[in-house]
């Protein structure tokens, strides 16, 4: 009571409402949000000009473009996925159609768009709360716009990233119920909005993805001796939604489980790196070092709440991490992402810096340490990425000079160039399969197998994938083939060698290589195009 003597409100950040100083606060909300505008803004840019499209991405763009056009998914159009991740794109597929605007540019623009309202929500969320509503806080909502959207360019509109963005609200809420003894918080609005982006996250990933929410939820049950924050309206909207998908999937796409899931338990699930492999164990380890940090900067006091929960959140996806066991850096996103913004939780709640004890500041330059490489890392990949685009500029010019919007298919053993390519020369795709991944994954457990009888299963699969592939081309005679590139792996010399592929590419010749592709063309346009240039 002595420290306010003139009986008027203040924060905990010694503001007050009485004193005149509102201008200030409002100054302090104002440039955080500016910040985040500033940022989404130039990723939106950054990522139309500059990176090319993520190749997984524009294939699900162009999965979706065949959709439109009356093709049957797991019948005409083999995706390795559930239909939820080609549902994500149909909105900018179909956006191009009514438009014009490419569907890369309405995902750049809209996908900052989600992203700023997500962190806007969580704010109105956490804002309710009385020891976030100091406007130091209000930073917080730069750092995460910029982490959610910067870190990894190369893979900016991946499946995942859209998934964390979705489940930043149900985060917030379930951080804003800890900090109430009723555990209530939020409007109705807001927790069915949070429940939606509970249920993208978990789609995106079925069904080890939920490990994500079970152990923040669970944890918190745990914290506060209650089962009520696994009761709540948006983790039960959540598992509703998620049920109710499941129960589509299982009725209109019977042939995911009757034709593809044979095939990925046979030459896709088993296909896993070690979970030593360094690839797997890099994103790990760096979570467990940031645990080591956060937990280190809270000395002597408990590691803030906020933080805890977020970690939990990452170390639940750890297990579908390790699970899927492929290692690539877009699948670690969550646990990167969750992770980060639980050690930028922690840092906020630090009191000045002049307070710190020693410990303190050496794991919170620690903890910098860590952003800063990740923020290099990222500059990084968005360099070498621009690289590529003007790669593929280089291959759009081989194909535009002879053949204008011409058919695709690919006997690539990675999708790699085709589907950023296809975007870029206004190709359409006819193949089934976005690449012949089974040939190469068939190549590698043939090294592994146990004994000749499995390497001979093996073989046989292989061979019989690369038939049937050959007989796709004889049928639909595409003007552009695109093939692997000038690093020849094992699956793809198996390809060049088969019989049926070399009948296959008889009529073909090569007008474009490159480390990632080789591009065939139909023999007639070749001759054509040299026609006309005479």
Known sequence: MGANPDNTDTTADGYSPLRGDGGVRRWRLVSPSSASLFIAALVAWLSYA?????????????????????????????ETNPPFSVWLYMPVALGERLTGVPAELLLSLGIPVFALASVALCARILGSVERFSAPRFAWLAPVTVAAVLYLFPGNFGQREQIGIIALLPWLALLIARHETPDFRSGSTLTRILAGIGAAVFVMIKPPFAVLALALPAFGLCFMRRSLRPLLTVETLLGAVITLAYLA?????????????????????????????????????????IIVGIAFAVARPGRIDRAAALLLLAALGYVPCYLWMGKGWDYQAMPIHMFGLL?????????????????TTRLAAAAGAFVVI????????????????KAELGRARDAVVSHVERPTV?????????????TRMIEGRYQSRYASLWAVENAETMMEAAADSVDADRLETLRDNHIADAARELQ????????????????????????????????????????????????????????????
């Open 50 to 78: 500059v990176v090319p499209g993520n190749v997984d991405v524009t294939y699900l763009i162009v999965v979706c473009n065949r959709l439109l056009d009356g093709a049957q998914l797991y019948v005409d159009v083999i």
């Open 248 to 288: 589509v999937l299982a009725l209109f796409y019977r042939a995911f489980f009757t034709d593809l899931m044979p095939m990925l338990a046979e030459l896709y699930l088993p296909a896993r790196k070690s979970i030593l492999h360094g690839d797997l164990v890099r994103p790990v380890a760096g979570l467990l």
């Open 342 to 358: 639980a050690l930028c939780a922690q840092l906020w709640t630090l009191p000045p810096y002049r307070q710190w004890a020693s």
């Open 373 to 388: 490489g990740l923020v290099v890392s990222g500059a990084g990949q968005g360099i070498l990425e621009a690289s590529q």
């Open 409 to 421: 298919a690919s006997i690539a053993t990675r999708m790699q160039a085709a589907f950023p390519l």
């Open 475 to 534: 049928q639909l005679r595409p003007d552009i083939i695109l093939a692997g590139g000038s690093r020849e792996t094992a699956g793809q010399t198996a390809i060049s060698a088969n019989v049926a592929n070399v009948d296959a590419l008889e009529n073909y010749r090569v007008i474009y290589r490159n480390s990632a592709a080789t591009i065939w063309l139909r023999s007639d346009l070749v001759a054509s195009s040299a026609a006309a240039a005479d």
